[in-house]
Nanobody, 123 residues
Framework: EVLLVESGGGLVQPGGSLRLSCAAS????????IGWLRQTPGKDYESLSC????????LYSDSVKGRFTMSTDNAKNTVYLQMNSLKPEDTGVYFC????????????????WGQGTQVTVSS
């Protein structure tokens, strides 16, 4: 059974930083893609970053490129999202999700999602 549990969300001021964690288990790390997505108020889900195991590359959306960094710790079965220079428009519920190794990292291609963690950027 795939299990994904996010943590690390909270309230932060604009310009601040947060690090999200995703405890992930029950899937083959070397044959999967794992990503971070969010749902912001009044908007659809957005794919933010995606680690593709078969290429070893991490992709980012234009909205977070240069500000957010995704990393994995296979020994701890944990995925991180370091978020810097946060903006009010980053407010939303953040999810980690797992899909097949050759997913195109779009929202619809993730098979299993965590429960999400709330991030609020406000002064």
């Amino acid at each position: 059974e795939v299990l994904l549990v996010e943590s690390g969300g909270g309230l932060v001021q604009p310009g601040g930083s947060l690090r999200l964690s995703c405890a992930a288990s029950g899937f083959p790390w070397d044959d999967s893609s794992i990503g971070w997505l969010r749902q912001t108020p009044g908007k659809d889900y957005e794919s933010l970053s995606c680690f593709k195991s078969h290429t070893g590359l991490t992709l980012y959306s234009d909205s977070v490129k240069g500000r957010f960094t995704m990393s994995t710790d296979n020994a701890k079965n944990t995925v991180y999202l370091q978020m810097n220079s946060l903006k009010p428009e980053d407010t939303g519920v953040y999810f980690c999700a797992v899909g097949g190794s050759r997913t195109d990292c779009s929202v619809s291609t993730y098979a299993v999602w965590g429960q999400g963690t709330q991030v609020t950027v406000s002064s």
